[in-house]
T-cell receptor, first 115, second 113 residues
């Protein structure tokens, strides 16, 4: 089945450690996104990528890094510089270009807890 | 910048009654508006969108939304609520320049039996 797969679903990290969240899609979408969800704050955009080997910072990129070496994959690294990393992280993808109307397809999320 | 506001943190409704979840927007130009639903510890699922055309948009699971340009609103509605509709609902608007979405803070819908 086509879709977006995020892993791991739950992750625990000690302070000072970097962690990488995986996001893979088989929808043949050009664009991919990472959002962070905190209670009462909705979703905030961390990074997005319109095409392979290119990505842009979103609204809250500090303390995060990404790569887009393959169309299907958009991993997110939460670095030790991120001061409040405990959150629910959502990956999404979409078509791109003139035919795109904005609809995003989401993965099931990864919950990161810093101990 | 584009933005949406969801003025209610929570909406309570009895099963079988109509429900409304409110959303207002602020955009420059024509708005592309969306509703998503999220169940606990899950990703977001697309419900419906308004791009152009009829002001009443029909979507998944019996939901619909009414676009009102004069009131800059895009309220989500359902004629008869189900307990299984209990979830977190997000309104979103497409940002200018690129197709990334800007989300509201979410409204928790609680449908009681």
């Amino acid at each position: 089945d086509g879709g977006i797969t995020q892993s791991p679903k739950y992750l625990f990290r000690k302070e000072g450690q970097n962690v990488t969240l995986s996001c893979e899609q088989n929808l043949n979408h050009d664009a991919m996104y990472w959002y962070r969800q905190d209670p009462g704050q909705g979703l905030r955009l961390i990074y997005y990528s319109q095409i392979v080997n290119d990505f842009q910072k979103g609204d809250i990129a500090e303390g995060y890094s990404v790569s887009r070496e393959k169309k299907e994959s958009f991993p997110l690294t939460v670095t030790s510089a991120q001061k409040n990393p405990t959150a629910f992280y959502l990956c999404a993808s979409s078509t791109s270009g003139r035919t795109n109307t904005g609809e995003l397809f989401f993965g099931e999320g990864s919950r990161l807890t810093v101990l | 910048a584009q933005s949406v506001a969801q003025p209610e943190d929570q909406v309570n409704v009895a099963e079988g009654n109509p429900l409304t979840v409110k959303c207002t927007y602020s955009v420059s130009g024509n708005p592309y508006l969306f509703w998503y639903v999220q169940y606990p510890n899950r990703g977001l699922q697309f419900l419906l969108k308004y791009i152009t055309g009829d002001n009443l948009v029909k979507g998944s699971y019996g939901f619909e939304a009414e676009f009102n340009k004069s009131q800059t609103s895009f309220h989500l509605k359902k004629p008869s609520a189900l307990v299984s509709d209990s979830a977190l609902y997000f309104c979103a608007v497409r940002d200018t320049g690129f197709q990334k979405l800007v989300f509201g803070t979410g409204t928790r819908l609680l449908v009681s039996p």
